[in-house]
């Protein structure tokens, strides 16, 4: 039988390639703006955002898309202050894990002890689950993400590359720092439903690393790091159709095939190039 | 959990407290976790190396999972692999933190897929939800007399250790330059740390549990930092505040049914920021 020939497997693909596009070149700039530690936070804000919004009554999504885009212009007010203070960040993120966990106490009494697996789909993810209403709204919001990327591309890259000069040319800092944290999250709370609020590294910091391994120059590395993410996700989903092996784990374990490799494969070249 | 609530009368509330055998399991597990976890996150805060602890405390969730997988205890899989994360971390010969943009792209990399190594594990013995949860965020159930036996060894090694590399790491971490050209072996102390660093992860994850490690490690110590800036007052200080966190904690999950980590990271992080707001600078406290 095709796997094609599966709804479930058909929505995984749509909507799982258009997260990824979308994590893959958000996460390009992530790696270069050396802001990991924000995408590891809004990925333990989105857990506590999607399980309060379940709590409330409200859509899990509306939950976590609001908790996400909330912290992540708090983050942007704060600016360059927050950076490098990863003892105050940390506490303040383990609490909101700790609210978290209360949130879940609280939905598992609330409910029938079936429902305690919500958490770990918030968690881990659940890309075969997907129902028609979410994988529209997951691949629209990725979509859109990628236009929104591609049209301020240049001037982000310049900003991240050389701040004084582009402000020094009118780049408007604030706006596109606020703007590009705010992608951010959009990008971790649709990556939800795919890969999980943990496992966002592999699909927004992973390939991008790849693409730095691989290529120094700006466009090549962004086309890279999309690409590569897109990839890992239906080869994840493809050999997870063969294998009783979680998704999740496929993802994150071929993204870090790769990583090593691509590792391996740098350091060959410097060898080389010093021969 | 309990028959009856809690009383106003203390007595009679370590009593329920101590009344199942699980309970005294946990409150002693939790007493050597947290002098340890006092010590330990001193010298992490000192040095910087809070994303260290982070990464290795995530590294830990694989290791626990797969202690249980192999019918092995869950502290013991924590131990193996926190070691063995931080001999490789030490083998890299650079300090693990968030400044550089390859090595937390590396770090990065490395937790989501130990994460997603540990969600395979788990899904290979067929762990339910709540297993899941036990690792990522901690339990006052099922800590068993073996474990309480391998913590308790544990923690009693690595703080003798500490105290008798205490004095050269201080110096090493304070002033690494100086300590270098007066012969303090300061790579061999760094690396010596991280597997200290290790040893204490993995054993105060079975408390707070993967994720919240940071209540436990970095919190304390945090606050013990802005309060005093004596060594010797600064650790009692970060041991008090992490044993006081973790009693209560375990007492108030023991009462409520909901999960110890929330009551310790709540309680660690209401500390840290009322630390904060009385010694900063031109704080509410304090206008300038």
Redesign the interface.
Known sequence: MSMFALEFMRNAFIAGGCIALAAGLVGYFV??R?Q??T??ALG?VAFTGGLGGVLAGLNLLAGVFASCIAVALAIGALGGRAR?R???I??????V???G??F???YT?ARSAAS??L??SV??GSILGLQPAQVIVGSLTALATVAVMIVIARPLLFLSIDPEVAVARGVPARALTSLFFILVAVTVAESVQAVGA?????LI??P??IA?NLSTRPWAGMALSAGIAVAVVWLGLTLAFYVA??V??L???L??AL?LASNFARRMVRVGGLA | MPDQGPSWDVVADVQLLLQFHFMQNALLAGTMVAMLAGVAGYFVVLRGQSFAAHMLSQVGFPGAAAGVLIHASPVLGLIVFCAGAALGLGALGREVDAGHRLESAAIGSILAFSLGLGFLFVRLYGGSAQGIYAFLFGTILGITDRDVQLTFAVALATIAVLAAIGRPLMFASVDPDVAVARGVPVRMLSLAFLLILALSVAITVQIVGTLLIFALLVAPAASALQLTARPGRGIALSIVLSLVFTWLGLALAYFTNVPVGFFITTLAFAFYVAVRLVTAPGAVMAPA
């Open positions: 790696v270069l050396n990991v530690f995408a590891d333990h490098g990863d003892v105050a940390g506490t303040v993120f383990a609490w894990l700790g609210l966990v209360l879940l106490s609280l009494t305690g697996t958490g770990v968690l881990f943990l496992l966002i590294f592999a910091v992973t991008a690393a730095q092996l979680p999740s784990f993802i994150t374990g993204a870090f990583y």
